[in-house]
């Protein structure tokens, strides 16, 4: 009988990524297949994150949980993030667990699985070029790593000591897949990295790549069967006219772009170090709407950063409603290990992060309350992908904005026009036409 496997994900789609690899690696080399009942496990892995301290605190109840419920005999593992930063130390705090494998050593898991007390959070280790099997959770839209790795520094984030430095994979590896998950009916390519449009500045062994993240896209958008592609996380700061200009003009690129604003001091954002000004995201922003007027933007936004005065969090305010971003991602500022803010005295107490947490949270609903009315009667082309209850299917326009109309199982894997019958502030209800 197959072993099997229970996998939990946690964290960013890198992660989702990471775990179709070990799902692969697993079935490929010693046959587990998935299962979604933790108690008849053979191997139970918890793919973690660390971005904040929250899901870390999290995952020492989380294993107890699995330790009560498992099967007798049945391994743990900790990979991810978090396994990167805290390495054995999860051993020590969990003796339960069987192996403990970093962010950047996926393809190590099958090694890992049958070795002893296995730890292995190197962050030096090089698999930008690893061939690893074939997995998607998602037959309608695939996930493509087209880097790993981060080189910047931004004062608050944990991802470059837990990831390692930045390595582009090599276009014609990336070309290969795009061509293969788009023939075998993914019409949605989502580009991934932790810094997307900084793609070709570094190979494996140090070269500089052939083709920058604009040409790459270029590349991938001539592939016939690929309908729709996205990516994330690109920086504001590597938007230069070459980037937006690719972006609005070639059809297949949706129209959704993340532009990771963290603050809108300029203060704060010299304090983050992430090497643009108020002004400078403001005009980028502006350039992008005139560029690509139908495009949506996204955002996150951390409040709460040591030193944010009232005066700071105000930039923030009036940046969010000068561009009018479609989405917000918010977080409350949390102290991370190996980063530079951590050091940092002049902290801002909780009670004040979370005031201006919800303040931001709510001026933005009421943003969006306005912006999805002018969606009435709207057409979107929706590609839909997942059926809901009552008769409801869903989907997402060019722009990511989530979409539910009537229709069943025929509709699934199509792209549709949809005309928005009933705008909700994060659903927009609409009819196919
Ligand atoms: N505290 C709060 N939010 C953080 N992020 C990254 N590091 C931290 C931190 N230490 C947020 C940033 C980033 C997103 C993925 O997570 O906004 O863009
Ligand atoms: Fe973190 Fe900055 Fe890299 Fe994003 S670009 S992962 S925020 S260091």
């Known amino acids: 009988m197959a072993k099997k496997l229970f996998l939990?994900?946690?964290?960013?789609?890198?992660?989702?990524?990471?775990?179709?690899?070990?799902?692969?690696?697993?079935?490929?080399?010693?046959?587990?297949?998935?299962?979604?009942?933790?108690?008849?496990?053979?191997?139970?892995?918890?793919?973690?994150?660390?971005?904040?301290?929250?899901?870390?605190?999290k995952l020492f109840s989380e294993i107890g949980q699995f330790v009560k419920h498992k099967k007798k005999g049945a391994k743990i593992g900790v990979c991810g993030c978090t396994a990167s930063h805290l390495g054995k130390e999860i051993l020590k705090r969990a003796p339960e667990v069987s192996f403990v494998l970093g962010a950047r050593n996926v393809s190590k898991i099958t090694q890992a699985i049958n070795s002893e007390k296995f730890v292995d959070i190197n962050i030096n280790y090089d698999e930008s070029e690893y061939a690893f099997g074939e997995f998607r959770q998602n037959p309608y839209k695939a996930y493509i790593n087209i880097s790993i790795g981060c080189d910047k520094k931004c004062a608050f984030c944990i991802v470059p000591h837990t990831r390692g430095e930045e390595i582009s994979i090599p276009h014609d590896i990336i070309l290969n897949e795009a061509a293969k998950a788009a023939k075998n009916g993914a019409k949605e390519l989502f580009l991934l990295g932790q810094n997307v449009n900084n793609y070709g500045k570094r190979l494996s062994g140090g070269k500089k790549g052939t083709l920058n993240f604009s040409q790459l896209l270029s590349q991938i958008s001539k592939i016939n069967e690929v309908e729709r592609i996205r990516f994330t996380s690109p920086h504001p700061l590597h938007m230069d006219d070459e980037f937006l200009e690719v972006f609005a003009s070639n059809p297949k690129i949706c129209k959704s772009m993340h532009m990771p604003l963290q603050s809108g001091s300029t203060n704060i954002l010299k304090s983050m170090k992430r090497g643009y000004s108020k002004e400078w995201f403001l005009k980028r922003a502006e350039k992008l709407r005139q560029m690509s007027p139908d495009a949506a933007i996204s955002t996150d936004i951390i409040v709460g950063f040591p030193g944010e005065s009232e005066k700071d969090f105000e930039d923030t305010i009036e940046v969010i409603e000068r561009v009018g971003f479609e989405q917000i991602f918010s977080f409350k500022y949390s102290a991370r290990p190996f980063t530079t803010a951590a050091q940092m005295t002049n902290t801002i107490d909780d009670e004040t992060a979370s005031l201006r947490l919800q303040r931001l949270q709510s001026r933005h609903a009421s943003m969006l309350d306005e912006m999805s009315q002018r969606y009435l009667d709207k057409i979107f082309e929706v590609y839909f992908e997942e059926l809901r209850d009552n008769g409801m299917i869903a989907g997402r326009t060019s722009q990511n904005f989530a979409v539910c109309a009537t229709g069943s199982e025929e509709l699934l894997g199509k792209i549709k026009n949809v005309k928005i019958t009933h705008p909700q502030r994060l659903i927009l209800y609409g009819q196919v036409v």
């Open 8 to 57: 939990k994900t946690l964290g960013c789609a890198m992660n989702v990524r990471d775990s179709e690899h070990m799902i692969a690696e697993l079935n490929r080399v010693e046959q587990y297949d998935l299962t979604q009942d933790e108690s008849e496990a053979d191997l139970i892995i918890i793919n973690t994150c660390s971005v904040r301290e929250k899901p870390v605190n």
